[in-house]
C-alpha cells in the first residue's frame, strides 16, 4: 500500500503562512487530494488533484505538488482553521490517506 | 443540496453482525460510486469498501474483506454496509463518502458510531 507520511502537528498565529506536508512512498503523480476535518465533524474535500481548489473552498487554501512531495498552504490563517488535514492518494490501490496534520491556531 | 445521511449506529457484541444504511439525495445516485470510509476514535481515516454507480464492481480493504459486504439500491437512493464476525477493532465512525472527481472524496455523511464490545 502507498503510505502517506504528514507531520502530526502544527501551530502558528492567525494571519501567518502555514504550509503543510505529505509525502508518498511512492508517486502518485499528481492524483493527490486534501481533506479538512474539524472536531466533531465529518472531512470535506479542500484541494484535488494536487492544487485544484474545490468548489466553496477559500481561496486562502491551495496546494502544490506532483509525484512524491505535496503541500497544502493556507495563507493567510484564520482561527477557524483549526481542524486536522488529511492527504489522500488514488494513483494506487488501495486509495489511502495520510495520518492526518492537527492545526492548531494560537 | 448534496446530502447523505447514515444511520444503524449501535452497540455490539464481538462476533456480532450490523447493518448501515445510508441514503442520499441532492444528486443523482444511479450514477456514481459510493463508499464507505471508517476512523477509529483518536485516529485516522481507513477507506474500507468501494461499489461502482451498477453495482458491477465491488472493491473492500484487506481489513474488512470477508466480513463485510457493501451494497446499494438505487431505485432507493440508499448505500448499505453489511458487517458481519464484528470485532473490537472495527469499533469506528462510519462515513459513507461520494466518489468526485479523480478518486477524490467530494461529499460525505455526518457518520455513525459502531461500538463493538462485550
Known amino acids: 500500500d502507498t503510505v502517506l507520511t504528514q507531520s502530526p502537528a502544527l501551530a502558528v498565529s492567525p494571519g501567518e503562512r502555514v504550509t503543510i506536508s505529505c509525502r508518498a512512498s511512492?508517486?502518485?503523480?499528481?492524483?493527490m487530494h486534501w481533506y479538512q476535518q474539524k472536531p466533531g465533524q465529518q472531512p470535506t474535500l479542500l484541494i484535488y488533484?494536487?492544487?485544484n481548489l474545490e468548489s466553496g473552498v477559500p481561496a486562502r487554501f491551495s496546494g502544490s505538488g506532483s509525484g512524491t512531495d505535496f503541500t497544502l498552504t493556507i495563507d493567510p490563517v484564520e482561527a477557524d482553521d483549526t481542524a486536522t488535514y488529511y492527504c489522500?492518494?488514488?494513483?494506487?490501490?488501495?486509495?489511502?490517506f495520510g495520518s492526518g496534520t492537527k492545526l492548531e491556531i494560537k | 443540496e448534496v446530502q447523505l445521511v447514515e444511520s444503524g449506529e449501535g452497540l455490539v457484541q464481538p462476533g456480532s453482525s450490523m447493518k448501515l444504511s445510508c441514503v442520499a439525495s441532492g444528486f443523482t445516485f444511479s450514477n456514481y460510486g459510493m463508499n464507505w470510509i471508517r476512523q477509529a476514535p483518536k485516529k485516522g481515516l481507513e477507506w474500507i469498501a468501494l461499489?461502482?454507480?451498477?453495482?458491477?464492481?465491488?472493491y473492500y480493504a484487506d481489513s474488512v474483506k470477508g466480513r463485510f459486504t457493501i451494497s446499494r439500491d438505487n431505485s432507493k437512493n440508499t448505500l448499505y454496509l453489511e458487517m458481519n464476525s464484528l470485532r473490537s477493532e472495527d469499533t469506528a465512525m462510519y462515513y459513507c463518502?461520494?466518489?468526485?472527481?479523480?478518486?477524490?472524496?467530494?461529499?460525505w455523511g455526518q457518520g455513525v458510531m459502531v461500538t463493538v464490545s462485550s
Open positions: 488533484l494536487a492544487s
Open positions: 511512492e508517486s502518485v503523480s499528481t492524483l
Open positions: 489522500q492518494q488514488s494513483w494506487n490501490d488501495p486509495l489511502t
Open positions: 461499489i461502482y454507480y451498477d453495482s458491477s464492481s465491488k
Open positions: 463518502a461520494k466518489r468526485g472527481d479523480y478518486g477524490s472524496y467530494d461529499y
